[in-house]
C-alpha cells in the first residue's frame, strides 16, 4: 500500500461522522475480526460508517488513493470477503436499523443489520422476511448473494421480496434503485453478490409469518441413515410448500429431549418447519416418525424468532471454518451412500453435512428473473468442517474437500455463491451460471475499473 500521509487521513477522519481504525488502535482487532477465524487479515484503515455519508467518502478514498477494498456486512462470509490486508473497509456493523411500516408490509433494513435485528423488528408485527437459518449472519450478504431458508419453499428466495435499495456505486454516487430505476443494476445486486457497490438500505416485501410457528427436530441413528435418507428424499416430493424439512448429519449435540447415551453419537437429525399451527402441520409431519427408530424428538410450537436462533450455538464465531458445497435437483442412492460415509467419518465433533431443501416457490421464476440462477435446485448441500485448533486444518480442509470431489459426479454441478471458500476462484461461473455475460455487462457499466473486486468477483472483460 501506498504510504498515506498524516494529514490526507487527518481529512479523511474529519470527513466522517463514524470513526476511522487504523493498526494500533484500541478498537482496530476487534475491527477486522470476522467469524471464521481462519481469516487474519490486517487492513490499512477500517472505517466505521454512520451513515450513507460515509460510505460515499470512504469509497472516494479507496478509489482515489487506489487502495484495495472491501466491505462488512455481518462478517460471516465464509471466504472472509468483509476484510482485505493493506486496504480500507467499509465496516457497516454501525448501521443496524430496521424501519417497518406494517400497513404497507415493507421493511426498510440498513446495510449492516444482522438476521436477528430484522427478525426482532418485523416480528413485532406478525411479519417477516424469507431470510437464512442464523440469526447473527448480515442481512446484506445473506442478499446480495440468493437468500434461503426456512421460508423460501412458501416465499421464494430472501431476493424475490426485495423490492428496492439504495446503492454507493464506483463514482461515490448514492442511486436509489429499484424495479424501473435502473432495473438492471437491481437485477445484478439480487444474487450477484457485492460486485457492483456497497448497499446502504435493502427494501423489503414482508410476509404475515408467525409469531408462533411449528418446528423442532426428529433424531434418528446413523445406523438407520440409508434407509432414513431415501424414505426423506421420496417423502419431499410431495411437500406442500409451507413445510420444509432439512436433514443434517453430525454427532448428537447434547440436546436436553435426547438421552444422555446419544450425546456424541452419530445421528441423522430431520428439522422441521412451518408456518402453520402445530395442530394443522401435525398430518404432513407425521410420516416422519416412521423413516426409522427414533432417539429423541422436540416438535411444536415455538416463536418464529426464536427458532430463526435455534443453530446459533452450533454456528458461534470464533471456530475456524472450512466449507464445500453442491448444489443438487435429485438425491440419487449413490449420493445418499457418500453422504453416509463421510458423515461417519468427521474430523471433529463440530463438523456436519447439512441438506438445505429448497423448491417450491424459490423454484418458480425463471433462471434470468435475477442474478441468482438456480431455480431447478432442490437440496443445497454445505459440508461444514468446523474446528478450533489450528494443527487440525490439514485434515478437516481434507475431509471437506475428499467429501465433495466422491459426491461431485452425483450434483448439479452449480453453487451457491455465499457457501464459495476464497479458494474457489474457479467456481465463480458455476454460481452465476447463465446469467454470467449479463453480469459481466452489468459490472462493466457501473463498476468498470473492478474497484469492488475484494467478493466472489465478476471482472468487467470477457
Known amino acids: 500500500m501506498m504510504q498515506l500521509k498524516p494529514e490526507v487521513l487527518d481529512g479523511l477522519a474529519a470527513a466522517l461522522r463514524g470513526p476511522v481504525?487504523?493498526?494500533?488502535?484500541?478498537?482496530?482487532?476487534?475491527?477486522?475480526?470476522?467469524?471464521?477465524?481462519?481469516?487474519?487479515?490486517?487492513?490499512?484503515?477500517?472505517v466505521r460508517c454512520a451513515g450513507t455519508a460515509d460510505v460515499c467518502t470512504a469509497v472516494a478514498f479507496a478509489r482515489d488513493h487506489g487502495l484495495p477494498l472491501a466491505v462488512r456486512g455481518g462478517g460471516h462470509n465464509i471466504a472472509g470477503n468483509a476484510v482485505c490486508d493493506d486496504g480500507l473497509v467499509i465496516d457497516l456493523s454501525g448501521m443496524r436499523g430496521v424501519h417497518v411500516d406494517p400497513d404497507?408490509?415493507?421493511?426498510?433494513?440498513?446495510?449492516?443489520?444482522?438476521?436477528?435485528?430484522?427478525?426482532?423488528?418485523?416480528?413485532?408485527?406478525?411479519?417477516?422476511?424469507?431470510?437464512?437459518?442464523?440469526?447473527?449472519?448480515?442481512?446484506?450478504?445473506?442478499?446480495?448473494?440468493?437468500?434461503?431458508?426456512?421460508?423460501?419453499?412458501?416465499?421464494?428466495?430472501?431476493?424475490?421480496?426485495?423490492?428496492g435499495a439504495e446503492i454507493v456505486t464506483a463514482e461515490a454516487r448514492r442511486r436509489h434503485i429499484g424495479p424501473r430505476q435502473e432495473p438492471d443494476l437491481f437485477w445484478a445486486i439480487r444474487g450477484g453478490g457485492g460486485n457492483f457497490g456497497v448497499v446502504t438500505r435493502f427494501e423489503f416485501a414482508l410476509h404475515a409469518v408467525g409469531p408462533q410457528v411449528t418446528a423442532g427436530l426428529v433424531v434418528f441413528p446413523a445406523s438407520q441413515g440409508r434407509d432414513v435418507l431415501r424414505r426423506y428424499r421420496d417423502y419431499v416430493d410431495a411437500l406442500p410448500a409451507d413445510v420444509s424439512i432439512w436433514?443434517?448429519?453430525?454427532?448428537?449435540?447434547?440436546?436436553?429431549?435426547?438421552?444422555?447415551?446419544v450425546h456424541g453419537q452419530d445421528i441423522v437429525a430431520l428439522a422441521v418447519f412451518s408456518p402453520r399451527a402445530p395442530e394443522d402441520a401435525a398430518p404432513v409431519i407425521a410420516p416422519v416418525r416412521t423413516f426409522g427408530h427414533v432417539l429423541g424428538e422436540h416438535v411444536g410450537a415455538v416463536p418464529y424468532a426464536a427458532w430463526q436462533k435455534i443453530f446459533d450455538p452450533l454456528l458461534a464465531p470464533g471456530a475456524r471454518?472450512?466449507?464445500?458445497?453442491?448444489?443438487?435437483?435429485?438425491?440419487?442412492?449413490?449420493?445418499?451412500?457418500?453422504?453416509?460415509?463421510?458423515?461417519?467419518?468427521?474430523?471433529?465433533?463440530?463438523?456436519?453435512?447439512?441438506?438445505?431443501?429448497?423448491?417450491?416457490?424459490?423454484?418458480?421464476?425463471?433462471?434470468?428473473?435475477?442474478?441468482?440462477?438456480?431455480?431447478?435446485?432442490?437440496y443445497a448441500m454445505n459440508v461444514h468442517g468446523r474446528w478450533s485448533d489450528a494443527a487440525d486444518d490439514a485434515r478437516c480442509v481434507a475431509w471437506a474437500r475428499d467429501f465433495f470431489a466422491a459426491v461431485a459426479p452425483y450434483a448439479?454441478?452449480?453453487?451457491?455463491?455465499?457457501?464459495?471458500?476464497?479458494?474457489?476462484?474457479?467456481?465463480?461461473?458455476?454460481?452465476?451460471?447463465?446469467?454470467?455475460d449479463r453480469l459481466v455487462q452489468v459490472k462493466r457499466r457501473y463498476d468498470p475499473d473492478n474497484l469492488f473486486r475484494f467478493n466472489h468477483n465478476i471482472a468487467p472483460v470477457g
Open 21 to 46: 481504525l487504523r493498526p494500533g488502535d484500541p478498537d482496530y482487532d476487534a475491527a477486522r475480526r470476522i467469524w471464521n477465524a481462519m481469516i487474519d487479515r490486517r487492513p490499512a484503515l477500517v
Open 104 to 163: 404497507a408490509r415493507l421493511a426498510c433494513v440498513d446495510g449492516g443489520a444482522l438476521l436477528a435485528d430484522v427478525d426482532h423488528e418485523t416480528q413485532a408485527c406478525g411479519l417477516a422476511v424469507p431470510l437464512g437459518i442464523n440469526s447473527t449472519t448480515g442481512a446484506a450478504g445473506l442478499t446480495l448473494g440468493g437468500g434461503f431458508g426456512w421460508l423460501s419453499r412458501m416465499l421464494g428466495l430472501t431476493v424475490d421480496s426485495l423490492v
Open 247 to 261: 436433514a443434517v448429519l453430525r454427532q448428537a449435540p447434547p440436546l436436553p429431549f435426547l438421552p444422555p447415551p
Open 321 to 378: 471454518n472450512y466449507w464445500k458445497s453442491h448444489n443438487f435437483t435429485t438425491l440419487s442412492d449413490a449420493a445418499i451412500d457418500v453422504v453416509l460415509h463421510y458423515a461417519a467419518s468427521v474430523p471433529t465433533p463440530q463438523c456436519e453435512i447439512f441438506m438445505g431443501l429448497i423448491g417450491g416457490r424459490a423454484n418458480e421464476p425463471a433462471a434470468d428473473a435475477t442474478a441468482y440462477p438456480h431455480r431447478n435446485v432442490t
Open 412 to 436: 448439479a454441478g452449480s453453487v451457491y455463491v455465499n457457501f464459495l471458500t476464497q479458494d474457489e476462484t474457479s467456481r465463480i461461473r458455476d454460481a452465476y451460471g447463465p446469467n454470467w
